[in-house]
Protein backbone atom coordinates (compact mmCIF):
# COMPACT_ATOMS: atom_id res chain seq x y z
CA UNK A 1 0.00 0.00 0.00
CA UNK A 2 3.36 2.55 0.72
CA UNK A 3 3.97 2.02 -3.13
CA UNK A 4 1.05 2.49 -4.02
CA UNK A 5 0.81 6.16 -1.99
CA UNK A 6 4.28 6.85 -3.35
CA UNK A 7 3.72 6.15 -7.13
CA UNK A 8 1.00 8.40 -6.71
CA UNK A 9 2.45 11.26 -5.02
CA UNK A 10 5.60 10.73 -7.88
CA UNK A 11 3.08 10.81 -10.35
CA UNK A 12 0.99 13.94 -9.38
CA UNK A 13 4.55 15.74 -9.06
CA UNK A 14 5.71 15.06 -12.32
CA UNK A 15 2.74 16.23 -14.22
CA UNK A 16 2.13 19.03 -12.12
CA UNK A 17 5.79 20.49 -12.79
CA UNK A 18 5.48 19.60 -16.14
CA UNK A 19 2.34 21.86 -16.72
CA UNK A 20 4.08 24.51 -14.42
CA UNK A 21 6.86 24.67 -17.06
CA UNK A 22 4.79 24.73 -20.19
CA UNK A 23 2.93 27.69 -18.39
CA UNK A 24 6.51 29.35 -17.65
CA UNK A 25 7.56 29.12 -21.08
CA UNK A 26 4.16 30.71 -22.55
CA UNK A 27 4.39 33.82 -20.18
CA UNK A 28 8.10 34.02 -21.28
CA UNK A 29 6.84 33.92 -24.95
CA UNK A 30 4.63 36.60 -24.17
CA UNK A 31 6.68 38.52 -22.80
CA UNK A 32 9.27 38.57 -25.05
CA UNK A 33 6.68 39.53 -27.91
CA UNK A 34 5.24 42.26 -25.81
CA UNK A 35 8.73 44.18 -25.49
CA UNK A 36 9.60 43.15 -29.26
CA UNK A 37 6.44 45.00 -30.58
CA UNK A 38 7.03 48.13 -28.15
CA UNK A 39 10.61 48.54 -28.98
CA UNK A 40 9.78 49.04 -32.67
CA UNK A 41 12.70 47.31 -33.97
CA UNK A 42 12.52 43.69 -35.29
CA UNK A 43 12.91 42.09 -38.19
CA UNK A 44 11.11 39.29 -40.25
CA UNK A 45 12.41 36.57 -42.53
CA UNK A 46 9.50 34.57 -44.06
CA UNK A 47 9.30 30.99 -44.96
CA UNK A 48 6.54 30.51 -47.67
CA UNK A 49 4.93 32.92 -50.11
CA UNK A 50 0.70 32.86 -50.80
CA UNK A 51 -0.12 34.48 -53.40
CA UNK A 52 -3.39 35.08 -54.06
CA UNK A 53 -4.74 32.00 -56.52
CA UNK A 54 -5.73 33.48 -59.94
CA UNK A 55 -6.28 32.02 -63.47
CA UNK A 56 -2.30 32.90 -64.23
CA UNK A 57 -1.11 31.45 -61.32
CA UNK A 58 -2.84 28.13 -62.45
CA UNK A 59 -1.41 28.54 -65.68
CA UNK A 60 1.91 28.74 -64.24
CA UNK A 61 1.23 25.81 -62.16
CA UNK A 62 0.50 23.75 -64.79
CA UNK A 63 3.79 24.95 -66.79
CA UNK A 64 5.75 22.63 -64.47
CA UNK A 65 8.00 25.94 -63.88
CA UNK A 66 7.71 25.50 -59.96
CA UNK A 67 10.08 23.48 -58.05
CA UNK A 68 8.59 20.24 -55.71
CA UNK A 69 6.62 20.78 -53.07
CA UNK A 70 5.37 23.96 -54.09
CA UNK A 71 1.72 24.84 -55.34
CA UNK A 72 0.03 28.12 -57.36
CA UNK A 73 -0.73 29.15 -53.66
CA UNK A 74 2.08 27.99 -51.74
CA UNK A 75 5.67 28.81 -52.55
CA UNK A 76 9.19 27.92 -50.32
CA UNK A 77 11.54 30.55 -49.68
CA UNK A 78 13.58 29.06 -47.68
CA UNK A 79 16.97 29.25 -49.45
CA UNK A 80 16.12 32.73 -50.96
CA UNK A 81 17.12 36.38 -49.39
CA UNK A 82 13.81 38.30 -47.87
CA UNK A 83 13.06 40.41 -45.23
CA UNK A 84 10.96 43.00 -43.75
CA UNK A 85 12.55 45.14 -40.95
CA UNK A 86 10.66 48.02 -38.71
CA UNK A 87 13.28 50.32 -37.23
CA UNK A 88 11.54 52.93 -35.26
CA UNK A 89 9.58 54.58 -37.61
CA UNK A 90 10.73 53.47 -40.66
CA UNK A 91 10.90 50.62 -43.15
CA UNK A 92 13.13 48.17 -45.28
CA UNK A 93 12.18 45.38 -46.70
CA UNK A 94 12.85 42.64 -49.83
CA UNK A 95 10.02 40.35 -50.30
CA UNK A 96 10.12 38.31 -54.07
CA UNK A 97 6.56 38.85 -55.33
CA UNK A 98 4.68 35.76 -56.96
CA UNK A 99 1.43 36.72 -58.77
CA UNK A 100 -0.33 38.80 -61.33
CA UNK A 101 0.50 42.27 -61.87
CA UNK A 102 -2.20 45.13 -62.59
CA UNK A 103 -0.46 47.79 -64.02
CA UNK A 104 2.78 48.41 -65.92
CA UNK A 105 5.89 46.90 -64.68
CA UNK A 106 9.02 49.05 -65.27
CA UNK A 107 11.65 48.48 -68.18
CA UNK A 108 14.08 45.82 -67.24
CA UNK A 109 11.94 44.08 -64.61
CA UNK A 110 13.67 46.21 -61.52
CA UNK A 111 10.43 46.90 -60.10
CA UNK A 112 9.55 43.05 -59.48
CA UNK A 113 10.04 42.71 -55.59
CA UNK A 114 7.90 44.38 -53.30
CA UNK A 115 11.00 46.54 -51.59
CA UNK A 116 9.65 49.40 -49.31
CA UNK A 117 12.17 52.10 -48.00
CA UNK A 118 11.26 55.16 -45.90
CA UNK A 119 9.08 55.99 -43.34
CA UNK A 120 5.28 54.03 -42.10
CA UNK A 121 2.41 56.23 -42.30
CA UNK A 122 -0.47 55.50 -40.41
CA UNK A 123 1.29 52.87 -37.93
CA UNK A 124 -1.18 51.18 -35.20
CA UNK A 125 -0.54 48.23 -32.98
CA UNK A 126 -3.66 46.22 -31.57
CA UNK A 127 -3.48 42.94 -29.07
CA UNK A 128 -5.47 40.49 -30.38
CA UNK A 129 -7.24 37.13 -29.11
CA UNK A 130 -4.54 34.75 -27.91
CA UNK A 131 -2.15 37.47 -27.04
CA UNK A 132 -0.90 37.85 -30.69
CA UNK A 133 -0.41 41.55 -32.29
CA UNK A 134 -2.09 43.02 -35.52
CA UNK A 135 0.09 45.62 -36.53
CA UNK A 136 -0.77 47.96 -39.56
CA UNK A 137 0.19 50.50 -41.78
CA UNK A 138 0.71 52.15 -45.13
CA UNK A 139 4.68 52.10 -47.00
CA UNK A 140 5.51 52.63 -50.81
CA UNK A 141 8.32 51.54 -52.90
CA UNK A 142 9.75 53.80 -56.31
CA UNK A 143 5.94 53.72 -57.82
CA UNK A 144 3.49 52.06 -55.56
CA UNK A 145 1.81 52.51 -52.65
CA UNK A 146 1.17 49.46 -50.35
CA UNK A 147 -0.80 48.37 -47.01
CA UNK A 148 0.45 45.23 -44.98
CA UNK A 149 -0.66 43.68 -41.89
CA UNK A 150 1.10 42.27 -39.89
CA UNK A 151 0.17 39.61 -37.20
CA UNK A 152 2.46 38.36 -34.87
CA UNK A 153 2.16 35.39 -32.51
CA UNK A 154 3.40 34.68 -29.09
CA UNK A 155 5.64 31.89 -30.46
CA UNK A 156 7.48 34.59 -32.70
CA UNK A 157 5.90 33.32 -35.62
CA UNK A 158 4.26 36.12 -38.19
CA UNK A 159 2.09 36.44 -41.04
CA UNK A 160 2.04 39.43 -43.49
CA UNK A 161 -0.20 40.56 -45.86
CA UNK A 162 0.41 42.80 -48.35
CA UNK A 163 -2.19 44.83 -50.74
CA UNK A 164 -0.37 46.73 -53.52
CA UNK A 165 -2.09 49.76 -55.77
CA UNK A 166 -0.76 47.37 -58.44
CA UNK A 167 -0.78 44.07 -57.83
CA UNK A 168 -2.85 41.32 -56.22
CA UNK A 169 -2.76 40.32 -52.33
CA UNK A 170 0.33 37.96 -51.44
CA UNK A 171 0.89 37.02 -47.54
CA UNK A 172 4.03 35.59 -46.14
CA UNK A 173 4.50 33.27 -43.00
CA UNK A 174 7.73 33.38 -41.41
CA UNK A 175 9.21 34.59 -37.92
CA UNK A 176 10.83 37.26 -36.35
CA UNK A 177 13.06 38.56 -34.41
CA UNK A 178 14.58 41.56 -32.39
CA UNK A 179 17.01 44.26 -33.26
CA UNK A 180 19.35 46.07 -31.75
CA UNK A 181 19.00 50.05 -31.37
CA UNK A 182 21.31 51.53 -32.94
Not at 104 to 120: F, M, N, T
Request: with cysteine; charged share 15%; net charge positive.
Amino acid sequence: MKAFYLYTIVFFLLFTSCKSLKNNTKDTQIRALNALVESKYYTIESNWANPQLTNAMQQVLNSGILQPGNSANAISLIGNSNFLTISGDSISSHLPYFGERQMHVDYGGGDSAIQLEGVLEDYTTKKGKHNRYNISFDAKSKSEYFTVNITLFPNLTSLIQITGSGRFPISYTGHVKSLKKE
